[in-house]
Every structure is written in structure tokens, then in C-alpha cells.
């Protein structure tokens, strides 16, 4: 074999070798691909399913996640039932929609999964097996998933089982968002009740006095009173701009304003930047409300109250200061810990326990202040934050 006919088989030999390399490493880039893909669709209709769930158990989230449920499940039809009806039913054999109450009791006896053969004249008919797995939440069995199927295969119980639970958990997250909302409306109430009798009463008497001798300060005070209160106790939207909760605490003063006459006197210091920032409905009121009531009330002389509100970049801060007769520190960090005490002030630990809420912990309340030295409060707020929106 010469030299030149040895080098071409070697020359072959290796453009072959480079050429199943580069076949091998295609197929791998392929399987890679398409184990990417399938990853990405599972996940995409996991999260496809998991906004209606976070509305609850109720006919129209059950009606939108189920088609996602059984694509996870890669199932002929799927059903969701609450123990009471049929929420949803998603696929072939609708027909079969009619016997779901009549096979969900072992589901919610034993709260435990379970299959069972399903009843069907047509021998072409792909749901033969209905796998019923119970949708926990805190505790208790909700609702049941049923996964209908030609075979139930054990491959598809433990899917059933996992999707299950997953959607158990989204259902627990609707708990939770139901839970946190009754409790911030709960609080707002508790605020709105906190509005003090007196105020009122004081207000209405101040509004008398002037009807005859200034009728249109009499008018402009009652017109003030009527909009403190409706802005107070309206009864939609968690959330206000920071615009609109000066606007009522400007209200609540003048009524004080006409009450106390030159005893009170207040600054404002508001950065136009901070106004359309949305804020927690009576997060602010209270606090102006606790500087007049603990600041002037039991004060020798005249009361000065600072209300600031300052750009700072992503956030809003704002100060609350009045030079009245102040709070025991001791007290106060009770009061902000979450035991009740008239004497501390209206709804400090409320509005505290609601900014760390929407916010987290580092957004809480921040009081400083000393018998006989007043009170300064301080509290920040982001300027955006995703969910929060003024209604």
C-alpha cells in the first residue's frame, strides 16, 4: 500500500470519526432539547392552572383549571368536585359527569385516593378506570380530583396523587389570601370604630356653635364632617393614595382646628412626588388623630403637630410629631406587640401589624417618644410595590 493511498484511508477514516461525533452530538443537543421542552410545558401549564386555583374551589376556577390539570395528567377527561356538584369536567365522555357524587364518598370518608371501574355501555368508551384522589387543604378533604382513563396504571395514580396535591396547595394559598384579606377588613373595622365618640360629638358641637354667628364656616365645617366620614367608613378598596388620606386628615384638623382654635397649630410638609403613592386605607388618619388626642389633650397651653411626607427615592417617608404630653416607652412596646391599651394610642399596633403585613417587617412603625417629650412617628412605604394599587 503506498504512502499516498495509506494517508486518503486515513484521511476517510477521520472525516468518519469527526462525522459520528458530530451525529452523536446532535442527538444529545436534540435529547437535551426536547427534555427541555417537555420540561417547559409541564411547568407552563402547572402555572397555566395555578391562578384560577388561587380563587378557590368554586365552579369558575374549577372550570379553567381543569383543562390544565389534565394536560399535566395527560388524561381522556378529568372532573373536580366539591362533595356537593360537578365544578368542572374537562374532556370526552361528559355523560359520565352524572355518576362523579356517586364515587367521591371513599374519597372524603378516608381521605385517601382511590380507583374505581366506571360503568359504560360503549365498548369503544376510553374511561374505563377513574382514578379519585381528595384536594387537601388545612387539614381537610375540599374537594376531589378524578382522572378518567382507558387503564389505571400505577404510573398514572402517582401522577393523580402528585397533581393533587399540588393543587391542594394552590387551594391553601386561596385560604390564606382569604384569611389575610377577613383580617385587614377586620382590622380597618377595628380602626373605623376607633374614631372617637367624642370626636363626633365634639365636632357637632363646634359646627353649632357657629351657625349663628358664622353661618358659612358653620357650612364649610359640616361639609368637612360629612366627607371625614364617608371618606372613614366607605367600605371598598384597601388601598388609597396618600393624596386622599391627607385630603381626610385636612378634614378631621379643621373640625379639631374649630374645636381647639389657636391651641392647635399645624405644618405640612408634603412632596408632590409622594401624592399618587398608594397607601393602606387609614394608615395615617389614626396616627394624626393619636397626636391630637394624647398630644393636646391634658396639654397646658398651645400644641404644635408636623405632618411630613418626603421623596426618597423608591419610597415615601412620612413623620407624624406633635410636642404634647407623650407615651411610657414601656407601654408603647406592649402596644406595638400587639396588647391592647386605650391609653397608648388609636390603632398604633393595628397600623404597624398592617404596614408589616402589605410590606413585610421592615416597614413597621417607628415611635419615638418619652413622657412629657411628645411623639414622633415615622413610617415608610415603597412607592410601588406589584399588587398594591389605590381603588
Known amino acids: 500500500m503506498t504512502t499516498a493511498v495509506l494517508a486518503a484511508l486515513l484521511c476517510v477514516m477521520a472525516l468518519a470519526v469527526l462525522a459520528l461525533l458530530w451525529r452523536l452530538r446532535s442527538l444529545y443537543r436534540e435529547s437535551g432539547n426536547a427534555v427541555d421542552r417537555a420540561t417547559y410545558d409541564t411547568l407552563h401549564t402547572a402555572w397555566s392552572a395555578a391562578p384560577p386555583l388561587r380563587a378557590g374551589l368554586v365552579p369558575e376556577a374549577a372550570r379553567r383549571s381543569a383543562p390544565h390539570l389534565r394536560a399535566l395528567l395527560d388524561t381522556p377527561a378529568l372532573a373536580l368536585t366539591d362533595g356537593e356538584r360537578v365544578l368542572a369536567w374537562d374532556g370526552i365522555g361528559e355523560q359520565h359527569s352524572d355518576s362523579v357524587l356517586e364515587i367521591i364518598a371513599p374519597a372524603f370518608a378516608h381521605g385517601r385516593s382511590h380507583v374505581t371501574r366506571v360503568s359504560c355501555d360503549d365498548p369503544e368508551c376510553l374511561l374505563r378506570y377513574a382514578v379519585l384522589v381528595p384536594l387537601h387543604v388545612d387539614g381537610r378533604v375540599a374537594g376531589v380530583l378524578i382522572a378518567y382513563a382507558l387503564e389505571a396504571s400505577a404510573g398514572l395514580v402517582r401522577a393523580a396523587n402528585e397533581v393533587a396535591r399540588w393543587a391542594g396547595g394552590q387551594l391553601e394559598l386561596a385560604e390564606l389570601d382569604?384569611?389575610?384579606?377577613?383580617?385587614?377588613?377586620?382590622?380597618?373595622?377595628?380602626?373605623?370604630?376607633?374614631?372617637?365618640?367624642?370626636?363626633?360629638?365634639?365636632?357637632?358641637?363646634?359646627?353649632?356653635?357657629?351657625?349663628?354667628?358664622?353661618?358659612?364656616?358653620?357650612?364649610?365645617?359640616?361639609?368637612?364632617?360629612?366627607?371625614?366620614?364617608?371618606?372613614?367608613?366607605?367600605?371598598?378598596?384597601?388601598?388609597?393614595?396618600?393624596?386622599?388620606?391627607?385630603?381626610?386628615?385636612?378634614?378631621?384638623?379643621?373640625?379639631?382646628?374649630?374645636?381647639?382654635?389657636?391651641?392647635?397649630?399645624?405644618?405640612?410638609?408634603?412632596?408632590?412626588?409622594?401624592?399618587?403613592?398608594?397607601?393602606?386605607?387609614?394608615?395615617?388618619?389614626p396616627l394624626v388623630e393619636n397626636a391630637v388626642r394624647h398630644g393636646m389633650e391634658g396639654k397646658v397651653g398651645p400644641g404644635h403637630i408636623s405632618i411630613q411626607a418626603a421623596d426618597a427615592g423608591a419610597e415615601a417617608h412620612i413623620s407624624i410629631e406633635d410636642d404634647g404630653v407623650g407615651m411610657d416607652p414601656e407601654r408603647l412596646r406592649r402596644t406595638l406587640a400587639g396588647e391592647p391599651d386605650e391609653q397608648t394610642g388609636i390603632g398604633l399596633g393595628n397600623i404597624d401589624e398592617r404596614l408589616r403585613q402589605v410590606y413585610g417587617d421592615e416597614y413597621g412603625l417607628v415611635v419615638e417618644t418619652a413622657v412629657g417629650a411628645g411623639t414622633k412617628i415615622h413610617l415608610r412605604v415603597p412607592k410601588y410595590r406589584p399588587g398594591i394599587h389605590a381603588d
Open 178 to 285: 382569604r384569611s389575610k384579606q377577613r383580617l385587614i377588613e377586620a382590622e380597618v373595622r377595628a380602626l373605623r370604630a376607633q374614631i372617637s365618640p367624642h370626636f363626633i360629638f365634639n365636632s357637632l358641637t363646634a359646627i353649632a356653635s357657629y351657625v349663628r354667628t358664622d353661618p358659612e364656616r358653620a357650612r364649610t365645617l359640616l361639609l368637612d364632617f360629612a366627607e371625614f366620614t364617608r371618606y372613614s367608613f366607605r367600605r371598598h378598596g384597601e388601598y388609597t393614595t396618600l393624596a386622599e388620606e391627607l385630603r381626610s386628615i385636612d378634614q378631621y384638623l379643621s373640625l379639631e382646628r374649630a374645636r381647639f382654635g389657636e391651641r392647635l397649630q399645624v405644618t405640612l410638609q408634603i412632596a408632590p412626588e409622594v401624592l399618587p403613592v398608594a397607601v393602606p386605607f387609614l394608615c395615617m388618619q
